[in-house]
């Protein structure tokens, strides 16, 4: 079974998602001379990154970021200077503030077309996953949406059918070139096989837009999964997501629930509220 973890408000929230994350790094770093963490976007998480860039608090000071790879989860199809890219908020109150080589930031390039970004960023994830012994990720880090999505993972995707090839569009993905090749530092050549997906451009109807998302085979690999929630507003889709009757067509982030105690829900009270049962912090 998942671990839970509930805290009073947003705050504590951030503060044990900042400690838990610091911890799986500092490991995985003396371990291995390396760790490799998938950040989310939305509102939740804003907290919890300032906080890890804060030089007043604990967390900034354990973590040697010449040794960590980032990757994202999901990407809206828009720059990565724009308000809603999830990679601009955490450059804005992260990565901006910490010493990462430009070359271990790969984020998805949400400023081309959807179906051409998440062919690039399969390459990247196919190239680590063919160099990489163990999981992709060190720490998977995850949202909930309020209809229970997480990544960019909607109610009844066709990845969730287990549609996880192309083509979702008919255009073409575009060639490798140089421009691309910091994606690839680090963690190796581009991949040109045909293999399960594990990140691609999808269309989501509900909101007429594309994204560009990891697929379920991606947001599993991971050592620890963390998830974060925080408001009464997410009560409902965490209450599906652990104890429901199962239907992950309905309630994506049941797919979690394969992934048993690598998965570590870290939520407040409010959002905690339909939880029936569940121990308080």
């Given at each position: 079974m998942a671990r839970?973890?509930?805290?009073?408000?947003?705050?504590?929230?951030?503060?044990?998602?900042?400690?838990?994350?610091?911890?799986?790094?500092?490991?995985?770093i003396a371990t291995r001379g390396l760790a490799a963490v998938s950040l989310t976007g939305g509102d939740t998480p804003d907290l919890l990154y300032q906080l890890l860039a804060d030089q007043s608090r604990p967390w900034r000071g354990r973590i040697d970021w010449r040794h960590l790879h980032v990757f994202w989860g999901d990407e809206r199809e828009v720059p990565p200077d724009h308000p809603q890219s999830n990679f601009g908020l955490a450059y804005r109150l992260l990565i901006q503030h910490v010493a990462i080589p430009v070359t271990q930031i790969h984020r998805m390039r949400g400023e081309l077309p959807a179906s051409d970004a998440g062919r690039l960023y399969n390459a990247v994830l196919r190239a680590r996953r063919d160099q990489t012994v163990g999981p992709l990720f060190d720490v998977m880090l995850l949202g909930i949406g309020e209809n229970a999505h997480i990544a960019s993972i909607f109610p009844d995707s066709p990845l969730l059918a287990g549609r996880e090839g192309p083509p979702y569009t008919d255009r073409e993905a575009p060639p490798y070139t140089p421009e691309y090749q910091s994606d690839l530092d680090g963690v190796g050549r581009p991949f040109t096989g045909r293999q399960i997906e594990l990140a691609t451009g999808i269309h989501v109807p509900d909101l007429n837009q594309w994204r560009i998302t990891m697929t379920p085979s991606a947001l599993l690999d991971s050592d620890v999964i963390v998830m974060i929630a925080s408001g009464t507003s997410k009560a409902g889709a965490i209450a599906a997501a652990v104890e429901g009757s199962l239907d992950v067509a309905r309630y994506p982030a049941q797919l979690l629930l394969t992934a048993g105690e690598r998965v570590e829900w870290i939520i407040d009270s409010a959002a905690a509220a339909r939880l029936r049962g569940a121990p308080r912090a």
């Open positions: 839970l973890t509930i805290v009073r408000d947003k705050v504590e929230m951030s503060e044990a998602a900042a400690e838990r994350i610091t911890s799986v790094v500092e490991s995985a």
